[in-house]
């Protein structure tokens, strides 16, 4: 099934808000209650699609018939922009401004040559789309005229699996869920369960660097890729013919984080490993942050380190965002922070790791919570997207951001953007609850997530523009990069160009010009539109 065309995931997950929760916001926030609901989607105006008619007939001729160029209203609109909050909030208005020409189907990877090739001769943009997931505007290209969507749902097969390496071949268009479900029946699994993890597909994983919760003992995405398959306006390129080599460059480095912008990923070859036989979560506690930021840094560079390792900061543990679904339940709230530990692997060696870990954590303040914390995290981990849902609903604002540093800057870093984003939104008029979680470790450093929480005012797209500016000069100004996972996109293409330097951009910008000469991939995503 498709997600919900103007919010996340499957309408029958959401939930509303409890009136408590309601009222906490209108009391602590000055939230107030949405004159009205979302525009229905049968109410929307969608222009006739601008595709060429020579366009048109070409693209039909390279896929195979016209079931897999469509252009009616409703597919359209489903794959117009992401699901950031801005994102969000524009369609639920009914702006319809980056609404696709068309969206083409192709079947495999030849398809998806012919597809290009018709763009380049006909001078339209394209734009690949997975899951649809994308929260830093990865999806809305910056360049006047129609242009196209190329969703890859029909390649969507485990091309293979080789048992005795540990490998398996994914096309792009696999969702996770069903990735897990084909690996499992070989006894294996990615271990790789993002928040989008019910809707992200493969080739999404690999294209923006994605960083699952479990990334502590499974790796991040870009670490697991062993090989890629990138179909480009001029050609195809294949990279990886061994798991590590010395010969030149690692040109997958140059596909993964590509975002579309120098091709469309066709099938990814990535290590996979045995099914765990036990899977145990629990929670811990510790007065304050900075103790727990230390306990999870000396698992990270010591070990034994847990499969997940996450820890909130208080005002998150106090909200209870660490158990999304426990929001509104009348559950006690505690002070200090929650940590939450998880093993899984073989049943020996989780005790084993489960037991060491627990001296270190002790060692470090740690109070033992026990499993519940733990399960009650489990259950909840992917419903984030729905609460911000919900939240916007009853008229608030909520939104996240994330970065990544080194050990030592950590507590600048936190400081620094949870300072810049609630002294923004104080002056705008709108304080705001700012919540922070780490939630992936390094040995060197670690990632951290923020979650904001305001009125929405008068303009909330401009509002939060001024206040994710604010967070962007306060990351590169404590030593941050602008995403650990969330990718670049448009939203942070700006402060990826500061980051990269002008030779590394102009670096990035000559493999642009030679994959895709006339910039029709993704124009405006991850580096500025010529």
């Not at 597809?115 to 001078?123: F, N, S, W």
């Not at 590590?244 to 579309?260: F, I, K, N, T």
Request: net charge negative.
């Amino acid at each position: 099934m498709d997600m919900l065309w103007s919010g996340w995931g499957d309408p029958a997950e959401a939930t509303p808000l409890p009136d408590t929760v309601i009222g906490l916001l209108r009391d602590l926030l000055g939230v107030k209650p949405r004159e009205a609901g979302p525009v229905a989607i049968e109410d929307l105006t969608v222009p006739e699609s601008p595709l060429p008619p020579a366009a048109r007939r070409a693209l039909i001729a390279a896929l195979g018939g016209e079931a897999h160029v469509r252009t009616d209203a409703e597919t359209r609109i489903r794959h117009t922009r992401g699901k950031s909050t801005p994102d969000l909030l524009r369609i639920r208005e009914g702006d319809l401004a980056a609404v696709p020409a068309a969206v083409l189907l192709p079947g495999g990877h030849d398809e998806v040559l012919a597809v290009l090739r018709v763009c380049a001769e006909h001078g339209l943009p394209l734009v690949p789309f997975g899951g649809g997931t994308s929260v830093v505007g990865g999806l809305a290209p910056e360049r006047h005229g129609p242009f196209v969507a190329l969703d890859l749902r029909r390649m969507d097969g485990l091309l293979g699996l080789d048992p005795v390496s540990r490998t398996a071949t994914l096309q792009p268009g696999l969702r996770a869920p069903r990735a897990e479900e084909l690996l499992a029946e070989h006894g294996f699994t990615l271990g790789h369960f993002p928040q989008s993890y019910g809707w992200a597909t493969i080739g999404g994983f690999a294209a923006t660097r994605s960083s699952g919760q479990a990334s502590a003992g499974y790796g991040r995405f870009d670490e697991m890729v062993l090989s890629l398959t990138l179909a480009t306006p001029e050609g195809t390129l294949d990279t990886g013919r061994a798991p590590r080599s010395a010969a030149g460059p690692d040109l997958r480095q140059l596909v993964l984080g590509s975002e579309g912008a120098f091709g469309v990923i066709t099938s990814v070859t990535v290590r996979v490993r045995p099914v765990p036989r036990t899977r145990l979560y629990e929670g811990w506690h510790f007065p304050a942050f900075e103790e727990g930021t230390t306990a999870l840094r000396r698992l990270a560079q010591d070990g034994p380190r847990p499969t997940v390792l996450r820890l909130s900061d208080e005002t998150e543990t106090l909200i209870g965002l660490a158990n999304p679904d426990a929001i509104g339940s009348g559950a006690r709230r505690t002070t200090g922070c929650t940590a939450i530990a998880g093993y899984e692997g073989a049943e020996e060696d989780t005790g084993y790791r489960r037991e060491r870990a627990a001296a270190v954590l002790r060692a470090c303040g740690g109070t033992p919570l026990g499993e519940e914390p733990g399960r009650r995290w489990a259950r909840g981990r992917y419903s984030a997207p729905y609460l911000r849902d919900a939240l916007l609903d009853a008229g608030a604002f909520a939104e996240t951001l994330e970065t990544a540093t080194f050990w030592s800057r950590v507590p600048g870093l936190y400081a620094s953007v949870r300072d810049a984003l609630t002294a923004d939104l104080t002056g705008a008029g709108t304080p705001p609850l700012v919540m922070c979680h780490i939630s992936h470790v390094y040995e060197n450093g670690a990632s951290l997530y923020f979650t904001v929480v305001c009125a929405q005012g008068e303009d909330p797209v401009a509002h939060w523009t001024r206040a994710k500016h604010a967070a962007g000069e306060a990351i590169l100004a404590a030593g941050g990069t602008i995403s650990h996972h969330h990718g670049v996109g448009a939203d942070h293409r700006d402060w990826y160009v500061r980051e990269a330097g002008p030779l590394g951009v102009d670096a990035l910008r000559a493999v642009k010009r030679r994959l895709d000469p006339a910039g029709l991939l993704n124009p405006g995503v991850l580096l500025p539109a010529d």
